[in-house]
């Protein structure tokens, strides 16, 4: 039975998100107003420019139904810019969702130049690290009480977190040709 899984579609990497849900079989919907997250079993917000996405999120009437989705249970998945869409603080004032309990620092590893592969140890992810590509990613600086650390770089920076059906990463796993986060993201939808 395929699960439905909406990615939010304002700005960023949406189609890339999109294209490693389909090779999971999962039914995809491009969220781009309020009417298109009915229905849905899980929503990813995808990596691009926070203040953006967030403006037009507003815009277009977009923050409280995606609220209403993270209260009613739904796992929600934020990468890159998503994450930090999903955080309480970020250290300026923008459109945040205000759901995971997090402070996250913007652009922690510098300019686009200063992007940067490694491989990660997930907690929960098996088969040996996974490739993470950060690109002028944000990293979380605090944690509050209930957020899972996920995993962590070298020098110990946070990079992923999980409270309850909320997932956020630092990286762009959509950008790699492994699908066991994406597939964990599916499974944690159909079970929801």
Same mark, same amino acid.
């Given at each position: %039975?395929?699960?439905?899984?909406? &990615?939010?579609?304002?700005?960023?990497?949406?189609?890339?998100?999109? @294209? %490693?849900?389909?090779?999971?079989? @999962?039914?995809?919907?491009?969220?781009?107003?309020?009417?298109?997250?009915?229905?849905?079993?899980?929503?990813? /917000? +995808?990596?691009?420019?926070?203040?953006?996405?967030?403006?037009? %999120?507003?815009?277009?009437?977009?923050?409280?139904?995606?609220?209403?989705?993270?209260?009613?249970?739904? +796992? /929600?998945?934020?990468?890159?810019?998503?994450?930090?869409? *999903?955080?309480?603080?970020?250290?300026?004032?923008? +459109?945040? *969702?205000?759901? *995971?309990?997090?402070? #996250?620092?913007?652009?922690?590893? !510098?300019?686009?130049?200063?992007?940067?592969?490694?491989?990660?140890? /997930?907690?929960?992810?098996?088969? !040996?690290? $996974? +490739?993470?590509?950060?690109?002028?990613?944000?990293?979380?600086?605090?944690?509050?009480?209930? #957020?899972?650390?996920?995993?962590?770089?070298?020098?110990?920076?946070?990079?992923? &977190?999980?409270?309850?059906?909320? $997932? !956020?990463?630092? $990286?762009?796993?959509?950008?790699?040709?492994?699908?066991?986060?994406?597939?964990?993201?599916?499974?944690?939808?159909?079970?929801?």
């Amino acid at each position: %039975m395929s699960v439905r899984i909406g &990615v939010l579609a304002l700005q960023g990497d949406f189609a890339e998100h999109g @294209a %490693m849900l389909g090779r999971l079989g @999962a039914e995809t919907v491009e969220v781009r107003q309020p009417s298109d997250i009915d229905g849905l079993e899980g929503l990813i /917000i +995808p990596g691009g420019e926070s203040t953006t996405i967030g403006k037009l %999120m507003m815009r277009y009437n977009l923050r409280e139904p995606i609220r209403d989705l993270a209260a009613a249970g739904t +796992p /929600i998945w934020g990468t890159c810019a998503g994450l930090i869409l *999903l955080a309480r603080n970020v250290g300026r004032n923008q +459109p945040l *969702l205000n759901l *995971l309990d997090i402070t #996250v620092e913007r652009n922690a590893f !510098g300019r686009q130049t200063d992007s940067f592969e490694t491989d990660l140890e /997930i907690d929960g992810i098996s088969g !040996g690290p $996974f +490739p993470a590509v950060f690109i002028r990613a944000p990293v979380v600086r605090e944690v509050g009480p209930g #957020v899972q650390v996920l995993s962590r770089l070298d020098d110990g920076t946070i990079v992923a &977190v999980r409270h309850g059906r909320l $997932f !956020g990463t630092s $990286f762009h796993p959509e950008l790699t040709g492994d699908t066991r986060l994406h597939a964990g993201f599916v499974e944690m939808a159909r079970h929801a």
